[in-house]
């Protein structure tokens, strides 16, 4: 799977938006891009995922650049629960993989009151 | 709304011990994964299941480890000879799709493998 680079940390307040970016700059032509969330304790949870357009969903909006080499998350209001770590993860379409997510270090959000 | 479960949610065992950690995945689902995170460190993919049989593994998924779907509904992780360094996080997942278009998988809350 091609690599992703993501900022270790990032801080927000709450009731702002947050946007955390992702690069992925060897990205192919029939990757997806999945973002998932790890809130404390808890086992990962999908977020959204996209392929090149833009996407929205209940809990945020992927925003994917024209070049697909980059791919922001936003928060559109961040509260206190959104503080995870947040995972960029690229996924091949076909191929034998059968799911197989692979997760880096991912960006830790710390959301302040 | 469904979810996954697993129990217990932490095992403490001796080393060389045999450990099984259980999973209900979400009913409807076909694919079925573990995970485990070593603490302080990334979620690393261990196996995938599907249609009775391993689908793909990981290097870390060595003969002291196997799964097994024994009815239609648990999925078991067994660790045969505990390590020290098997202790971590041990998550569970489920999809019920593979395709890049809608693969969203439900993780469940994990089991804590602390080997002594």
């Known amino acids: 799977d091609a690599k992703t680079t993501q900022p270790n940390s990032m801080e927000s307040n709450e009731e702002e938006p947050v946007h955390l970016p992702c690069n992925h700059s060897?990205?192919?032509?029939?990757?997806?891009i999945h973002w998932y969330r790890q809130l404390p304790s808890q086992g990962p949870e999908y977020v959204i995922h996209?392929?090149?357009s833009n996407v929205n969903n209940r809990m945020a909006s992927l925003a994917i650049a024209e070049d697909r080499k980059s791919s922001t998350l936003i928060l559109h209001r961040a509260t206190l629960r959104d503080a995870a770590v947040y995972y960029c993860i690229l996924r091949r379409a076909g191929g034998t993989s059968y799911g197989k997510l692979t997760f880096g270090q991912g960006t830790i959000l710390t959301v302040h009151p | 709304e469904p979810e996954v479960t697993q129990t217990p949610s932490h095992q403490v065992t001796q080393m060389g011990q045999e450990v099984i950690l259980r999973c209900v995945p979400i009913?409807?689902?076909?694919?079925f994964y573990w995970y485990r995170q070593i603490l302080g460190q990334k979620v690393e993919f261990l196996v995938s299941?599907?249609?009775?049989?391993?689908?793909?593994k990981s290097e870390i998924f060595d003969d002291q480890f196997s799964v097994e779907r024994p009815d239609g509904s648990n999925f078991t992780l067994k660790i045969r000879s505990t390590k020290l360094e098997d202790s971590a996080m041990y998550f569970c997942?489920?999809?019920?799709?593979?395709?890049?278009?809608?693969?969203?998988?439900?993780f469940g809350p994990g089991t804590r493998l602390t080997v002594l």
């Open positions: 996209g392929l090149t």
């Open positions: 060897t990205i192919s032509g029939t990757d997806y």
């Open positions: 009913s409807n689902h076909l694919y």
């Open positions: 997942a489920s999809s019920n799709s593979v395709l890049n278009s809608y693969n969203e998988q439900f």
């Open positions: 299941f599907y249609n009775n049989e391993i689908s793909e």
